[in-house]
């Protein structure tokens, strides 16, 4: 992934909203959710919801298609993927401590405090 593309995603995500949306969407795998969904799910209105979806899609973050007169949303997993990788491989050279947190983000064992995120 590309400098660029990397710092744009992150930038996305830098924001609650985008990251519960994130959250939101990752369980529901391929077939994503409706925009009235997440707008119910989330607590928010229609514009607020738009905007923020169209910072994730620019961002690679998320992808959507129409389904009749419905707008579905789902997670991108190669665009959230070469995010974490980006961090992961070229920015942390593959830390062992780093991707042990990754890999297990319950444990609260010394290695990994402060390090988990917050819900």
Wanted: hydrophobic fraction near 35%; charge should be positive; glycine fraction near 6%.
């Amino acid at each position: 992934m590309e400098k660029s593309k990397a710092l744009e995603a992150l930038s996305a995500l830098a924001n609650p909203t985008r990251l519960d949306l994130v959250r939101t969407l990752m369980p529901t795998g391929p077939d994503g959710l409706s925009a009235g969904d997440i707008a119910r799910r989330l607590d928010i209105s229609a514009s607020r919801l738009s905007f923020h979806l169209s910072a994730l899609e620019q961002a690679d973050l998320i992808s959507s298609r129409k389904a009749a007169r419905h707008v579905f949303y789902a997670i991108n997993t190669k665009g959230l993927g070469g995010v974490v990788s980006y961090l992961l491989n070229d920015c942390c050279g593959s830390n062992p401590e780093i991707s042990a947190c990754c890999r297990h983000p319950a444990r609260n064992d010394r290695q990994c405090d402060g390090i988990t995120a917050e819900r």
